[in-house]
């Protein structure tokens, strides 16, 4: 059995670490709050947006926007979107997996090629993919740490630049979705080309077509002008759920590590009694001891 010393020692060790722990959830659940309204407030408008384009593009056979035309998968980017900081429990480590997961499944030919490439917005998402040897195209940092629409837009327009550049031919972002504190939903989504709207089956098995959009001023002006702010949008909405995401994420885990470390406590504490009442009891009979020699 340790000694008091040293049980006393890790008491005040896991005394402050509980301290931290409770700490940073409580933070991250006053950060939650204010980043779940602007993902579900965003939500609606971006799912609107995203049923319109896609139905243009369905019908944009002749091609009017060259967002909506699709290539040969000849140059793929992927799009990580992670964290700065850890102790998120899983949150950063899901996202390369699942990221790995579609390379694996969709993209060796690309990877062997030297024609696959990664984008890691956040730094914890760098240093895994670091781990794993992938290739980081470009590690970015800011647009997790200060959200800011103007910067995510920018952002946004450059990575159209660069498809529109044919420096890709597909560009797909991986993100943890938010549902709600518990529960983080991983999610690609194909950012460029623009993918179509799906054909949705009607209850007696018949298909149903897309919406007969009466178009104004000209089909062509809409797509020119509805495309960049939808991808930007979209862009921005997804860099929104992650840090909800992980918001709700650091929180559940501080509060597990909490309740681990309030058990820990618990039972050092049990520890520490037992083995003050073994050096009592030990006092005691060295004394009874020594008044009997003396008696003698």
């Given at each position: ?149 103007d910067k995510v837009a920018s952002y946004a327009e450059s990575l159209m630049k660069a498809y529109s550049e044919g420096k890709y031919d597909k560009i797909v972002i991986i993100y943890n979705q938010f549902k709600n504190a518990a529960i983080q939903i991983l999610t690609n989504e194909q950012f460029l080309p623009v993918p179509k709207a799906e054909v949705k089956q009607k209850a007696k098995g018949t298909t149903s077509t897309n919406y007969d959009f ?83």
């Open positions: 059995m340790a000694s008091t010393k040293e049980i006393r020692t890790r008491l005040a060790s896991v005394t402050t670490t509980r301290q931290i722990t409770s700490a940073m959830k409580m933070v991250s659940a006053a950060k939650l709050k204010k980043a779940q309204d602007s993902v579900l407030q965003l939500r609606p408008y971006v799912q609107k947006m995203q049923e319109i384009l896609g139905s243009i593009s369905s019908s944009d056979s002749e091609g009017t926007s060259e967002f909506t035309k699709a290539r040969d998968e000849e140059r793929v980017l992927i799009v990580a979107i992670t964290s700065n900081r850890g102790l998120c429990g899983a949150f950063n480590t899901n996202v390369i997996k699942q990221a790995v997961q579609i390379v694996q499944e969709n993209y060796m030919v690309q990877l062997g090629a030297k024609k696959l490439s990664f984008i890691a917005i956040g730094k914890k998402g760098a240093d895994l993919l670091k781990r794993r040897n992938l290739p980081i195209a470009e590690i970015n940092t800011e647009l997790v740490d200060k959200v800011n629409f009466i178009f104004e001023p000209s089909k062509e002006q809409i797509v020119k002008d509805l495309i960049p702010k939808t991808l930007k949008v979209q862009l921005f909405k997804a860099i929104l759920d992650s840090i909800a995401s992980e918001h709700g994420a650091r929180m559940t885990a501080m509060h597990k590590a909490t309740d681990n470390a309030t058990e820990l406590l618990k039972n050092y504490r049990i520890q520490y009694n037992k083995a003050r009442q073994a050096t009592i009891t030990n006092e005691i009979l060295e004394i009874v001891g020594g008044a009997e020699a003396l008696k003698g």
